[in-house]
């Protein structure tokens, strides 16, 4: 009953706000204060949670600095937990609200297949992206870099750590949402996004003190290497279909994903004295990046599922429905990277790192917001779109294609808003 009931409320919200609230707020959230609210509450909560993260890249400079090319790898480890398992998050929010969830271990449920999925990916990803970024490094002259053993232990060690960890609390998110009447759509990207912020770039710094170790870093990454390809070659022919497609569709988007999230760390290794300079601003990284990419996950699963219930028609241009979800986007957004340059300031303050000052971290931090949530909305519903065009599932093509966009994006953006405030 819960699914059907949850059901009912998200696609009568537009009504149920009405008669609730005023009309300059329904007008202002973009006609659902409740979907509003769940949003804000968990974009504020990843805010807050990624000064974990934040902090944890600020005090590690040391790191960054005898490990070249760590922090071109940055972004694309902590965007891959959002991709995978904010579309894992994603996929089974539409199961709750088609009245199809069920949650089980079986591998021959739609949960057991799809968190199958999720952890083959996981570690196939971080190996390609420790391949991929020794690469890039190569290709647009970051050097000195670790070496691609050093890379595949980081990125494989670091992931598998928090893929366990953000799993968890992606089910129990959704086994929540089915209990308490949530609505998986507002509140998956945001905290997997936090979470995976949270406990990967933790485990990364713990996976590079093993780097520089030849036998131990050396047998790692050809164990890791091997599983990865024997997992890949498993899903793609086993007989579970919800497995095979998923790996299907994924694998693509997300090696694309992972190539933007690397062009966004490029950005932000070129200027990495900069960040030295203030540390402070690598607090506000993760929180920047993760609410960029945060916003388009909440838009990309609310499309996906209104797409799916018949709600949204895609178009040349955003109506009805989806006008209404890109207006609520924009209202979340300053406030949300308002709160991200403040919350940023204090983690600077509690450690002792060197800032520009409250008042211009918040003017980068909304400035650099605004920029970015231009391309949230365009990246998320013209990927929906696009999708959907191609008869594919815009759960599984959405999420990847807009966090790793927009950290790519949010990372020239907030480059742009230093410049713009003076910061650099």
């Known amino acids: 009953m819960a699914p059907n009931r949850r059901r009912n409320d998200h696609t009568e919200g537009v009504s149920r706000t009405r008669g609730r609230s005023t009309p300059w707020l329904v007008t202002a959230v973009g006609g659902d204060a409740i979907a509003y609210r769940d949003a804000f509450v968990a974009l504020f909560v990843a805010v807050i949670a990624s000064l974990v993260a934040g902090i944890t890249l600020a005090t590690t400079t040391d790191t960054l600095e005898e490990l070249p090319g760590l922090l071109l790898l940055v972004p694309a480890a902590l965007a891959v937990k959002g991709n995978i398992f904010g579309a894992l998050g994603s996929r089974l929010g539409t199961s709750i609200h088609t009245g199809v969830f069920q949650l089980s271990p079986r591998l021959d449920s739609v949960v057991g297949q799809n968190t199958a999925a999720a952890l083959i990916l996981s570690l196939v990803v ?11 490094a190569i290709v647009f002259n970051v ?5 691609t053993v050093d890379f595949i232990t980081v990125s494989a060690v670091g992931g ?22 949530w609505d998986l759509d507002n509140v998956v990207a945001p905290l997997v996004t936090a979470t995976g912020d949270v406990i990967t770039l933790p485990a990364l ?25 024997i997992g890949v070659g498993w ?36 200027r990495l004295e900069d960040f030295i300079e203030f540390p402070v601003l690598l607090i506000l990284l993760p929180g920047f990046l993760g609410t960029a990419g945060a916003l388009g996950g909440v838009l990309s699963s609310r499309l996906a599922t209104k797409v ?9 241009l955003p109506r009805g429905q989806a006008g209404s979800d890109i207006v609520m986007i924009f209202t979340l957004c300053i406030p949300i990277f308002a709160v991200a340059g403040v919350v940023a300031e204090f983690g600077g303050l509690i450690t002792g790192q060197a800032s520009p000052g409250l008042w211009q971290m918040t003017a980068v931090a909304v400035l650099g917001g605004l920029l970015a949530s231009l391309a949230v909305v365009v990246v998320s519903f013209y990927s929906t779109v696009v999708a959907i065009r191609f008869g594919l599932d815009p759960d599984t093509y959405g999420i990847p294609m807009v966090t790793s966009s927009l950290d790519c994006v949010g990372a020239f953006t907030l480059i742009l808003a230093l410049v713009a405030v003076g910061v650099a």
């Open 308 to 316: 799916h219930l018949g709600l949204v028609r895609p178009g040349a």
């Open 205 to 229: 710094v713990w996976a590079a003190a093993l780097t520089g170790r030849g036998g131990i870093s050396g047998s790692i990454a050809v164990v890791v290497s091997i599983v990865s390809i």
């Open 160 to 181: 598998a750590i928090a893929s366990v960890v953000v799993l968890g609390i992606t089910l129990v998110m959704a086994s929540g949402s089915v209990r308490f009447g």
């Open 126 to 136: 971080s190996v390609e992206l420790a391949l991929l970024a020794k690469g890039v």
């Open 143 to 147: 050097s000195p870099t670790m070496s």
């Open 235 to 270: 899903s793609l022919r086993t007989d579970h279909t919800i497995l095979r497609t998923v790996m299907r569709e994924s694998l693509p988007i997300l090696t694309v994903a992972g190539i933007l999230d690397l062009i966004a760390g490029i950005t932000i290794e070129k």
